[in-house]
Nanobody, 124 residues
Framework: QVQLVESGGDSVQAGDSLTLSCAFS????????MGWFRQAPGKGREFVAG????????LYGDSVKGRFHISRDNAKNTVHLQMNDLKTDDTGIYYC?????????????????WGQGTQVTVST
């Protein structure tokens, strides 16, 4: 059974940078595409970024393109989300998810397992 544990969430100021991490265990990490989603209060789960098994494909949501960077370390079974120039709209709970699809999807339903989430709060 796959387990995902996010870390790195924090309260920061607009313009700051923050890196989230997700530790994967339970199955073969390289068999999964990985994704990050976020959910703001009162809103649905929004796709942030996705990466395929060998980092050859990376996708980003329109609102984070050019500011966020997703990466993975297959030797350490971890995936990271580097977030730069944070904005108040980036506030939310950030979830790590894994998918057996070859290409990372942009819809929550394309992912098989989820972490518990980590809170990111950006203030002015």
């Amino acid at each position: 059974q796959v387990q995902l544990v996010e870390s790195g969430g924090d309260s920061v100021q607009a313009g700051d940078s923050l890196t989230l991490s997700c530790a994967f265990s339970g199955r073969s990490f390289i068999s999964y595409a990985m994704g990050w989603f976020r959910q703001a209060p009162g809103k649905g789960r929004e796709f942030v970024a996705g990466i395929n098994y060998n980092s050859g494909t990376r996708l980003y949501g329109d609102s984070v393109k050019g500011r966020f960077h997703i990466s993975r370390d297959n030797a350490k079974n971890t995936v990271h989300l580097q977030m730069n120039d944070l904005k108040t709209d980036d506030t939310g709970i950030y979830y790590c998810a894994c998918s057996e699809l070859i290409r990372p999807g942009e819809r929550p339903g394309e992912y098989d397992s989820w972490g518990q989430g980590t809170q990111v709060t950006v203030s002015t």
